[in-house]
């Protein structure tokens, strides 16, 4: 019972799970539009239930104690994440403001609320009871399995070409959204930052550039693209190292 709700057997079952449920809550007969939307919504209220009743994993959302110091945690984040955006950021701004804008912009923040809940806010304590002493391995294989979700739950949609570089890419966010989150106690700082990242997610389905086709990209440039990233993913990996060394007053105390 113990290894199943708390040991490597809840970490294997969430793995699982969640492209299981992307894949089967994508049969539902929903409108195109609302699918995504769809799916995310019913597998974190699904969480939701299984960690209130099963896994019982404390989640660590808000408190408001020192917060100039939390804010100080998204330096890495909007360095790492958001500037790189920037010029997603410019389109952004220059859309119509309409209704499907904002539904878009909803979307978005849901996509980031429900992956931050169920990567960094259940599955990485669970990997750091897994690894007491070594924070950074439990950090770093929380990374790697939130990037390869996205390969499980896209591949079937959109060329590989398209979805490996984006494994890297996730598994790099993955490390700065395990930092942040860490080091402030507060889920809620990682969901923002998750959301503002994926600027592109919002610009690309307001400009319906999202099709299989137009996320193609050739096989040699997708190459090149995921070896800098993974390069970009060590080098994450050592400045979520040293955001994360121990402190004597340090938030995750």
């Not at 409108?31 to 597998?43: A, E, F, K, R, V």
Request: net charge positive; hydrophobic share 55%; with cysteine.
């Amino acid at each position: 019972m113990q290894l199943t709700k708390h040991g490597w057997g809840a970490v294997i079952s969430i793995f699982i799970l969640v492209p299981l449920l992307f894949k089967l809550s994508a049969l539902l007969p929903v409108p195109t539009l609302y699918s995504g939307l769809t799916q995310d919504l019913l597998i974190l209220l699904l969480f939701l239930l299984l960690n209130h009743f099963w896994f019982k994993i404390p989640i660590k959302w808000w408190h408001s104690q020192s917060l100039a110091h939390q804010s100080l945690q998204l330096i890495p984040g909007i360095i790492i994440l958001l500037l790189p955006m920037t010029s997603n950021y410019i389109k952004l701004f220059q859309l119509a403001r309409t209704p499907i804008l904002g539904f878009y912009i909803g979307y978005t923040l849901l996509i980031g609320i429900t992956e931050e809940y169920l990567y960094r806010g259940m599955l990485l304590p669970l990997l750091r009871d897994c690894f007491p002493n070594r924070i950074m391995l439990a950090i770093c294989i929380d990374s790697l399995l939130f990037g390869f979700t996205h390969l499980l739950i896209n591949s079937s949609q959109l060329t590989l070409s398209y979805v490996i570089p984006q494994v890297f890419y996730a598994a790099m966010g993955g490390l700065v959204f395990c930092g942040l989150y860490l080091r402030t106690n507060n889920l809620v700082w990682s969901m923002m930052l998750h959301t503002l990242s994926d600027v592109s997610v919002i610009v690309s389905l307001a400009t319906h550039t999202h099709t299989a086709a137009k996320l193609s990209i050739p096989t040699a440039y997708a190459i090149g693209i995921s070896v800098l990233y993974l390069v970009l993913f060590i080098i994450v990996a050592f400045i979520i190292r040293w955001q994360v060394r121990p402190k004597k007053s340090a938030l995750s105390q």
